[in-house]
């Protein structure tokens, strides 16, 4: 091979991507699915037969786990659909300001790009922050997105 035509190799964090496929009969409810380019949590699925040469076919309703808005699918169960690689991560919440929250890293550093989360759920953080209590904050991520989906008081002592 002659040196102008070396490889080039995209890089991505950690090697990771933000989907992996899986087969559509392999899903499960409470499992999660990407439907129209959205991480969902699949709430309810059913497989139903179709005729002599059809393919048995899956109907999945589930839940953006970041908007809440319900998405349908109806798909082959031997087609392959994408599944978004999904995290949680804990992390001691430091202040509260300008509807953003600051969160301590594991590793010391200081996070500023988590959305105080709307409704209920913020203004209790909200409030609970202001009374004095030490929390700490639970966050999801999947495809480049990331929401505080619920926090509890830090444990005394330590």
């Excluded at 190799?9 to 392999?26: D, H, I, K, R, W």
């Excluded at 609970?128 to 999947?142: H, M, N, Y």
């Amino acid at each position: 091979m002659s040196d102008d035509a070396a490889q080039t190799f995209e890089s991505v964090s950690a090697g990771a991507s933000l989907t992996y496929p899986m087969q559509c009969s392999a899903l499960r409810k409470n499992g999660h699915v990407v439907i129209k380019g959205r991480p969902c949590k699949i709430v309810d699925m059913s497989t139903s037969k179709t005729g002599k040469h059809g393919h048995a076919k899956v109907h999945m309703v589930a839940i953006d786990i970041f908007t809440n808005k319900k998405l349908e699918d109806l798909s082959p169960s031997t087609h392959n659909m994408e599944v978004p690689n999904v995290t949680r991560t804990e992390f001691q919440l430091i202040n509260i300001d300008d509807g953003f929250l600051s969160l301590m890293t594991p590793d010391g550093a200081t996070k500023d790009d988590v959305r105080v989360p709307d409704g209920e759920l913020g203004s209790k953080l909200e409030s609970e922050w202001e009374e004095g209590k030490d929390l700490i904050v639970t966050i999801i991520s999947a495809m480049n997105e990331e929401a505080c989906i619920s926090y509890k008081e830090a444990p005394k002592g330590a």
